[in-house]
């Protein structure tokens, strides 16, 4: 199992400065299904999951957004039918954060983890 998974959120405060790009490349090695791309400047974890229909879309989108509840660390979320596509980043540093490579790590548990 990837251990980034299992690894503790880490408390992220106002000021704290985004990951650097070596420090992202590093974690991403961990999300072979992951990647880094720019929104508006800001760098984002960006990954997509296929479904045969829209329902199983919406039972991992559901599944995922009770993940960010939890966490209280929130993604982007793109349901359509048959794919949902996923955004993690940290909002108030404007770029990535440990815990984003955790919350997408855990977004790929909750995917193998559907019937």
């Not at 992951?34 to 989108?61: C, I, K, P, T």
């Amino acid at each position: 199992m990837n251990t980034l998974a299992t690894s503790q959120l880490i408390p992220c405060k106002r000021g704290t400065p985004p990951l650097d790009k070596a420090a992202c490349s590093q974690l991403l090695r961990e999300l072979p299904a992951w990647s880094m791309l720019q929104v508006q400047g800001v760098a984002h974890l960006h990954s997509e999951y296929a479904f045969s229909n829209f329902v199983d879309a919406l039972r991992f989108a559901n599944a995922v957004g009770a993940l960010a509840e939890t966490a209280n660390h929130h993604p982007m979320l793109v349901l359509a039918w048959g794919k949902v596509e996923v955004h993690w980043w940290t909002h108030t540093l404007k770029g990535l954060h440990h815990n984003d490579f955790v919350m997408a790590a855990r977004t790929d548990l909750a995917f193998r983890e559907l019937p």
